[in-house]
């Protein structure tokens, strides 16, 4: 079997929360071995976190591993732990970056300088190191030590002003979508300081500011703006040129179908299915300006169709009559989903404290090549490994720094 791309290239995480850790389990996926930083004094905001409401009689204090999101987004990692306010701990830390490829951060611009491992000072320990901070809105500018989490930074770059309806305020939307976004181009960044360092021989400092990473996802508006003055406002789920393009309910409780028409003959093709074949060449409808200008009525008669009708059946037909359209799924439709299963999309990992947690899976598949889905690690899981096995300290050694606190756990 071929091997991971990947495969032999070792990565230290002083990450927390989403877009770091999440930027390093893709990493992880593609094969590189990823070995979590942590502490027992300031755990990951994750580890504790449960995202969905649960019934409980009083507050619960959730154990440092058993945090859903933490689960979900550190796989195939292995944790230590060290206390990094201590020298020795510092030092330990450099002895890892010494023999590894990279080093990931998500912390805010002075985090890592202030410990004394900031890319100057970890590429005297190795010169080709290769690091990747992602704050909030970079190292540089007069903004650059202001903190932020993923609706902020949604906000700052822009997404936020576009998302909603019309008549209504900005809208976060959903903020993990910042995150998986930052945390995607993270990961490409790195991948591309790999791919020059194997050209070159160099390693480097990738500067990314998660604010900027908002703004990528909206370039046609900025676009826009510059080149006609006019400030792109919230339209809700339409499109400035085409319709019908929205999201219509259907039978049933909060059951919604999502609609996409480009062309006249997509739209005959709609209305044939409506039983309404008469609309094609009504004048309201008959071209595209002319569905755009009326498009509130338009989306009247749709929604009068479609909330009388299964949601899935609506897809379903329309799918086969070539028709962009899918169902806006919860949850619950995704983890039923037969094509989302039948691609083997859910993934089971055996947790010690949680049992058997089906969780999703990586999004891509090499051919040729499994990629083995292990679950995240305990805190201080492998310290044993890392520090003995990997940097050669004997037990003697291990003790005395457990003792004093160096090493947690």
Same mark, same amino acid.
């Given at each position: =079997?071929?091997?991971?791309?990947?495969?032999?290239?070792?990565?230290?995480? !002083? @990450?927390?929360?989403?877009?770091?850790?999440?930027?390093?389990?893709?990493?992880?996926?593609?094969?590189?071995?990823?070995?979590?930083?942590?502490?027992?004094?300031?755990?990951?905001?994750?580890?504790?976190?449960?995202?969905?409401?649960?019934?409980? #009689?009083?507050?619960?204090?959730?154990?440092?591993?058993?945090?859903?999101?933490?689960?979900?987004?550190?796989?195939?990692?292995?944790?230590?732990?060290?206390?990094?306010?201590?020298? %020795?701990?510092?030092?330990?830390?450099?002895?890892?970056?010494?023999?590894?490829?990279?080093?990931?951060?998500?912390?805010?611009?002075?985090? =890592?300088?202030? =410990?004394?491992?900031?890319?100057?000072?970890?590429?005297?320990?190795?010169?080709?190191?290769?690091?990747?901070?992602?704050?909030?809105?970079?190292?540089?500018?007069?903004?650059? $030590?202001?903190?932020?989490?993923?609706?902020? /930074?949604?906000?700052?770059?822009?997404?936020?002003?576009?998302?909603?309806?019309?008549?209504?305020? #900005?809208?976060?939307?959903? &903020?993990?979508?910042?995150?998986?976004?930052?945390?995607?181009?993270?990961?490409?960044?790195?991948?591309?300081?790999? !791919? /020059?360092?194997?050209?070159?021989?160099?390693?480097? !400092?990738?500067?990314?500011?998660? @604010? *900027?990473?908002?703004?990528?996802?909206?370039?046609?508006?900025?676009?826009?703006?510059?080149?006609?003055?006019?400030?792109?406002?919230?339209?809700?789920?339409?499109? &400035?040129?085409?319709?019908?393009?929205?999201?219509?309910? @259907?039978?049933?409780?909060?059951?919604?179908?999502?609609?996409?028409?480009?062309?006249?003959?997509?739209?005959?093709?709609?209305?044939?299915?409506?039983?309404?074949?008469? +609309?094609?060449?009504?004048?309201?409808?008959?071209?595209? *300006?002319?569905?755009?200008?009326?498009?509130?009525?338009?989306?009247?008669?749709?929604?009068?169709?479609?909330?009388?009708?299964?949601?899935?059946?609506?897809?379903? %037909? +329309?799918?086969?009559?070539?028709?962009?359209?899918?169902?806006?799924?919860?949850?619950?439709?995704?983890?039923? $989903?037969?094509?989302?299963?039948?691609?083997?999309?859910?993934?089971?990992?055996?947790?010690?404290?949680?049992?058997?947690?089906?969780?999703?899976?990586?999004?891509?598949?090499?051919?040729?090549? %499994?990629?083995?889905?292990?679950?995240?690690?305990?805190?201080?899981?492998?310290?044993?490994?890392?520090?003995?096995? +990997?940097?050669?300290?004997?037990?003697? %050694?291990?003790?005395?720094?457990?003792?004093?606190?160096?090493?947690?756990?």
């Amino acid at each position: =079997m071929n091997q991971l791309p990947l495969q032999g290239i070792r990565l230290l995480d !002083f @990450c927390w929360v989403v877009a770091g850790p999440y930027a390093c389990m893709l990493l992880a996926g593609l094969g590189a071995e990823v070995i979590r930083v942590e502490s027992h004094e300031r755990t990951d905001l994750m580890r504790r976190s449960v995202v969905w409401p649960l019934h409980e #009689p009083s507050p619960v204090r959730v154990p440092p591993n058993q945090g859903m999101l933490y689960n979900y987004a550190n796989r195939m990692k292995k944790s230590i732990t060290l206390d990094l306010t201590k020298q %020795e701990g510092i030092e330990l830390a450099k002895r890892l970056v010494a023999v590894s490829d990279a080093v990931v951060d998500n912390m805010r611009p002075d985090a =890592m300088i202030k =410990m004394g491992l900031g890319y100057d000072a970890l590429r005297r320990v190795k010169p080709d190191i290769i690091v990747v901070s992602s704050s909030s809105r970079g190292h540089e500018g007069s903004e650059k $030590d202001y903190l932020g989490f993923a609706t902020i /930074h949604q906000s700052v770059g822009g997404l936020s002003y576009i998302t909603g309806y019309p008549d209504d305020h #900005p809208s976060h939307g959903t &903020p993990g979508d910042a995150d998986m976004m930052n945390a995607t181009g993270t990961a490409f960044a790195l991948l591309a300081a790999l !791919f /020059h360092r194997a050209r070159t021989g160099e390693g480097q !400092f990738v500067d990314h500011s998660q @604010c *900027e990473g908002s703004s990528t996802l909206i370039g046609e508006q900025l676009l826009g703006y510059a080149m006609s003055g006019r400030i792109p406002e919230r339209m809700g789920n339409a499109h &400035p040129v085409h319709a019908p393009h929205s999201v219509y309910r @259907c039978w049933g409780v909060d059951r919604w179908l999502a609609l996409e028409v480009h062309t006249d003959e997509e739209f005959g093709g709609l209305v044939r299915l409506m039983g309404k074949p008469e +609309l094609a060449s009504d004048t309201r409808f008959a071209d595209g *300006e002319s569905r755009k200008r009326n498009e509130a009525e338009l989306n009247r008669l749709i929604e009068d169709w479609t909330c009388r009708r299964d949601r899935d059946w609506i897809a379903e %037909e +329309l799918g086969r009559a070539g028709i962009a359209a899918a169902p806006s799924r919860d949850a619950k439709d995704l983890h039923a $989903d037969r094509h989302l299963r039948a691609r083997e999309a859910f993934v089971k990992v055996d947790h010690p404290e949680l049992g058997e947690l089906e969780l999703v899976g990586l999004p891509w598949k090499i051919s040729d090549i %499994e990629t083995p889905m292990t679950r995240a690690p305990l805190l201080g899981e492998h310290n044993q490994d890392v520090f003995g096995d +990997l940097l050669g300290l004997g037990d003697d %050694e291990i003790a005395s720094l457990r003792a004093k606190g160096v090493i947690i756990k």
